[in-house]
């Protein structure tokens, strides 16, 4: 699975960043920041999947969306 973080939609919640520490960090104004390059190991699916699911603004996405750009 690969993931994409959409910062400008991004309200600083924290929410990522709990679920999944290693694929996401906060910046010094609370903000998200990808910390991978977007690849996610299969035993950290379940983590990262929460994240995404969680978001309140949806600022997680799959590569693989259709709403994706490369």
């Known amino acids: 699975m690969k993931i994409r973080l959409d910062r400008t939609l991004c309200d600083g919640f924290?929410?990522?960043?709990r679920?999944?520490?290693?694929?996401?960090?906060?910046?010094?104004?609370?903000?998200a920041?990808?910390?991978t390059d977007?690849?996610?190991p299969p035993t950290e699916?379940?983590?990262?999947?929460?994240?995404?699911?969680?978001?309140p603004v949806h600022?997680?996405?799959t590569v693989d969306d259709p709403e994706?750009?490369?």
């Open 14 to 17: 924290g929410i990522c960043a």
């Open 19 to 31: 679920h999944a520490p290693r694929h996401f960090s906060l910046d010094d104004w609370g903000y």
């Open 33 to 35: 920041a990808l910390e």
């Open 38 to 40: 977007g690849s996610v």
């Open 45 to 55: 699916h379940d983590g990262v999947l929460r994240a995404l699911l969680d978001c």
């Open 59 to 61: 600022a997680i996405l």
């Open 68 to 70: 994706v750009t490369p």
